[in-house]
């Protein structure tokens, strides 16, 4: 059974900083992708980053601008995204997502196979 566990979500303040991680159990990821993305109430979900297990360069959303950065252990098979200099409109819960890295594109959720069960990240003015 395919697990994606995300923790480190928080309440916090602008300008400081988060790390969520993203556990992934139940299969081999080796052939995937791992996604993160967010969803604030009333809004699509949108995405963030993603980053493969194997070798390649990540993908971030436009609106990151250097202040987030995504990586992985994969020893622990565990991936995380370490986000800076929070805003406000981070305020979000946020996923992590799997899919086979063949198929599909990086920004769009359906094409994505497995997801965690979000985290709440909010950030206070």
């Known amino acids: 059974q395919v697990q994606l566990v995300e923790s480190g979500g928080g309440l916090v303040q602008a300008g400081d900083s988060l790390r969520l991680s993203c556990a992934a159990s139940?299969?081999?990821?080796?052939?995937?992708?791992m996604g993160w993305f967010r969803q604030s109430p009333g809004k699509e979900r949108e995405f963030v980053a993603e980053?493969?297990?194997?070798?390649?360069?990540?993908y971030y959303a436009d609106f990151v601008n250097g202040r987030f950065t995504v990586s992985r252990d994969n020893a622990k098979n565990t991936v995380y995204l370490q986000m800076n200099s929070l805003k406000v409109e981070d305020t979000a819960v946020y996923f992590c997502?799997?899919?086979?890295?063949?198929?599909?594109?990086?920004?769009?959720?359906?094409?994505?196979?497995?997801w965690g069960q979000g985290t709440q990240v909010t950030v206070s003015s």
């Open positions: 139940g299969r081999t990821f080796s052939s995937y992708a």
């Open positions: 997502a799997a899919r086979p890295v063949l198929s599909g594109t990086y920004y769009v959720p359906r094409h994505y196979s497995y």
């Open positions: 980053i493969r297990w194997s070798a390649g360069s990540p």
